[in-house]
C-alpha cells in the first residue's frame, strides 16, 4: 500500500539535544512538506521541497533543519535551538505536475513532547 | 488579515441534520480549494478538493466554491456522530508549492 510513513510517532527530547524525525513516502511524490500543529491551531509550515536537493524555508523555520537526499525521504531535525518543539508534527506529499493545486497527503504524525 | 478564515466553533448538529462549514480567503488568484478531516490526536484526512465555481459532491459530502465572493463551503448531508471532527479548509497558493490553512471548525453531531 502507498502511503507516508511517519516515525517516531511519540518523541522526547531532552534540554540541548537535537532529535530528528522520520518521514517516507512511497508515493513517487515530488513535493514534500513538514508542519508543526499545535493544540487547538491550524498548520504551520516549516519547510518544504519541491524536488531532490532542493527545500525552502515556510513561516516557522528557525530552530529547524531539513535535508532532502532521496525523492523518498524528507527527515526533519528540530534543533535545541527550537526553545519551544512541544508540538504535533506533521509531514505531508503532493502529487506531481500543478504545484499547490494538487491535493496533500498526510502522513500519521509525531508528537514530540519535552523532558 | 487571516489568509484561510474559518468559525472556530463548535458548529453543533443533530444526528441525521445537514452541517454547513464555510471558510472565506483572501486571495483572488487562487485556483484550489481542499477540506480536510482531523480527529482528535490524528493527522488531516483529505475529504473533497474543488477547482470550479458551483458544486462538487461525493457520497454525504459537498464542496461549493464561490470565487467572486471568495468562499468555499462544505455540506454534510445526514451527519454521523462519527462525522464529529474538526474541518480544516485550505487553498493552493498560487504559483507556488504552498498551502494555507485555516484554523479548522469543530464540528460536533450529536446522537
Known amino acids: 500500500d502507498g502511503g507516508i510513513t511517519q516515525s517516531p510517532k511519540y518523541l522526547f527530547r531532552k534540554e540541548g539535544q537535537n532529535v530528528t524525525l522520520s518521514c517516507e513516502q512511497n508515493?513517487?511524490?515530488?513535493?514534500m512538506y513538514w508542519y508543526r500543529q499545535d493544540p487547538g491551531q491550524g498548520l504551520r509550515l516549516i519547510y518544504y521541497?519541491?524536488?531532490?536537493?532542493?527545500?525552502q524555508k515556510g513561516d516557522i523555520a528557525e530552530g529547524y533543519s531539513v535535508s532532502r537526499e532521496k525523492k523518498e525521504s524528507f527527515p526533519l531535525t528540530v534543533t535545541s535551538a527550537q526553545k519551544n518543539p512541544t508540538a504535533f508534527y506533521l509531514c505531508a506529499s503532493s502529487p506531481p505536475g500543478g504545484g499547490s493545486n494538487q491535493p496533500q497527503h498526510f502522513g500519521d504524525g509525531t508528537r514530540l513532547s519535552i523532558l | 488579515q487571516k489568509e484561510v478564515e474559518q468559525n472556530s466553533g463548535p458548529l453543533s448538529v443533530p444526528e441525521g441534520a445537514i452541517a454547513s462549514l464555510n471558510c472565506t480567503y483572501s486571495d483572488r488568484g487562487s485556483q484550489s480549494f481542499f477540506w480536510y478531516r482531523q480527529y482528535s490526536g490524528k493527522s488531516p484526512e483529505l475529504i473533497m478538493f474543488?477547482?470550479?465555481?458551483g458544486d462538487k459532491e461525493d457520497g454525504r459530502f459537498t464542496a461549493q466554491l464561490n470565487k467572486a465572493s471568495q468562499y468555499v463551503s462544505l455540506l454534510i448531508r445526514d451527519s454521523q456522530p462519527s462525522d464529529s471532527a474538526t474541518y480544516l479548509c485550505?487553498?493552493?497558493?498560487?504559483?507556488?508549492?504552498?498551502?494555507?490553512f485555516g484554523t479548522g471548525t469543530r464540528l460536533k453531531v450529536l446522537a
Open positions: 508515493l513517487n511524490h515530488d513535493a
Open positions: 485550505a487553498r493552493g497558493a498560487s504559483g507556488t508549492y504552498k498551502y494555507i
Open positions: 474543488i477547482y470550479s465555481n
Open positions: 521541497s519541491q524536488i531532490v536537493n532542493d527545500f
